[in-house]
């Protein structure tokens, strides 16, 4: 079993800056992919940020230039960077990892951290 445990929401003021953490525990010897999703109310959940295995990185348009993505080098944390939020950033994001097995690709989640930009 894989468990991921996210810290590091709360309340931020527009132009302010956050960095969400997650720690990924159990059967991650395999990891495929690190990445953040939110969802805002009444909106589906989206793709914020992915890291793949060999380092390569990928954002949404409304947050390039502004958040980044890392994990430590053994692959059992992922952070989220944020920097000049947004009211729009208001959010639970959710912590994703990806785990090759048997040839195909499984996806785990977080139970979520609560993003709220506002003054």
């Known amino acids: 079993q894989v468990r991921l445990v996210e810290s590091g929401g709360g309340l931020a003021q527009p132009g302010g800056s956050l960095t969400l953490s997650c720690a990924a525990s159990?059967?991650?010897?395999?990891?495929?992919?690190m990445a953040w999703f939110r969802q805002a109310p009444g909106k589906q959940r989206e793709l914020v940020a992915v890291?793949?295995?060999?380092?390569?990185?990928d954002y949404a348009d409304s947050v390039k230039g502004r958040f980044t993505i890392s994990t430590d080098n053994a692959k059992t944390a992922v952070r989220l960077h944020m920097n000049s939020l947004k009211p729009e950033d208001t959010a639970v994001y959710y912590c994703n990892v990806g785990i090759v097995v048997a040839y195909s690709v499984m996806q785990y989640w977080g139970e979520g951290t609560l993003v709220t930009v506002s003054t």
């Open positions: 890291i793949a295995n060999g380092g390569r990185t």
């Open positions: 159990g059967s991650i010897s395999d990891i495929n992919t």
